[in-house]
């Protein structure tokens, strides 16, 4: 066969597949679609997995189910979705933790950045750092001098070796020189009541879980980790603001499908996902958690998931981060 020929052939086959592909795209989806949370229903993640569920399902006719995979620090659920079907059925939930892991883990079960094909980045809010009411600080500044003056002798909690919450402090720690002792928790629940107990004297934490206990005066705001404030806490400088620029970290929940899904049913899966996140109903559910859409492409959503990885493997290898 001449080089003509198997190019003519080899055209013709790629035809042939992008055809097949855009006719599975147009009739998906054609039965009920699984989006997985690594997480216990009630969280942010899972709250916005039933959101987005409810309204994209509606708008593709087909029922959106919500399967709740806790357990392993979300290698469960994100196990479960690399090993799917590459159809489009089966979705992962996304967000912080899942590009942390690589760097605390390197030797996952799966490949965490090819193993997936990422369909959207959904919403996103900053961190916060917030201390004890008690602790005679007012501000990030005097926070800082105070930490200055006592090198060691304070404190922050996490709610376990290598979450968002870890290296967050030790984020903090970096951009503002700081020496501050790790206190891991078992999850954010138990950090959170012995913070506002004054066992421990500060937190980095996202948004919409510090904001109720901020309301409420049992939390004081010391700074954001966005470039500028954030209208849910108005009063509360940007880590830009206050000389920490280095501070900057998102929390994110995304959507994504086991790698080798079909471009057109990405896309397809996308434009809806888009709709309901930017629709005023969306909108309003996701400001009511402290989020705000992103509704991001495919593309985008890759590059932020891949950037995210190397730049938590840098802060988890320079405070020398190992998880038992």
Do not use: C
Not at 254 to 270: E, I, R
Request: zero cysteines.
């Amino acid at each position: 066969m001449t080089i003509v020929r198997l190019l003519a052939t080899a055209s013709v086959a790629a035809a042939s597949l992008m055809a097949a592909s855009a006719a599975i795209a147009q009739n998906f989806p054609t039965r009920p679609i699984t989006i997985v949370v690594p997480y216990a229903v009630g969280g942010t993640t899972d709250i916005v997995a039933r959101m987005a569920a409810s309204q994209v399902g509606n708008s593709l006719g087909q029922p959106f189910i919500v399967d709740n995979k806790a357990g392993g620090g979300g290698l469960i659920g994100w196990g479960a979705v690399a090993r799917s079907a590459p159809d489009g059925y089966t979705l992962l939930t996304t967000e912080m933790s899942f590009t942390i892991a690589p760097g605390l883990l390197p030797k996952m079960p799966f490949d965490a950045q090819k193993g997936f094909t990422h369909i959207i980045t959904a919403a996103s809010a900053p961190h916060v750092l917030v201390v004890t009411s008690s602790l005679p600080v007012k501000t990030v500044q005097e926070f800082i001098a105070l930490a200055k003056a006592k090198p060691g002798s304070m404190n922050y909690g996490s709610g376990g070796t290598g979450t968002n919450t870890h290296l967050g402090g030790e984020l903090f720690k970096s951009a503002a020189g700081v020496d501050l002792t790790h206190v891991p928790y078992k999850g954010a629940g138990a950090v959170l009541t012995d913070l506002m107990a004054g066992q421990v004297q500060a937190l980095v934490t996202s948004l919409p879980t510090a904001l109720p206990h901020i309301k409420s005066g049992r939390l004081r705001a010391l700074v954001v980790t966005s470039e500028s404030r954030s209208p849910l806490l108005p009063d509360v400088p940007s880590a830009k603001e206050a000389n920490l620029p280095s501070f900057l970290m998102d929390f994110w929940v995304g959507f994504a499908a086991p790698a080798g899904t079909p471009q057109p049913v990405v896309d397809k899966l996308n434009q809806a996902f888009a709709a309901a996140l930017n629709s005023e109903g969306g909108r309003r559910l996701l400001a009511d958690q402290g989020l705000t859409p992103v509704a991001n492409t495919p593309a985008q959503a890759s590059q932020l998931a891949a950037s995210e990885m190397k730049r938590w493997a840098g802060v988890v290898k320079a405070a020398n981060i190992q998880v038992e």
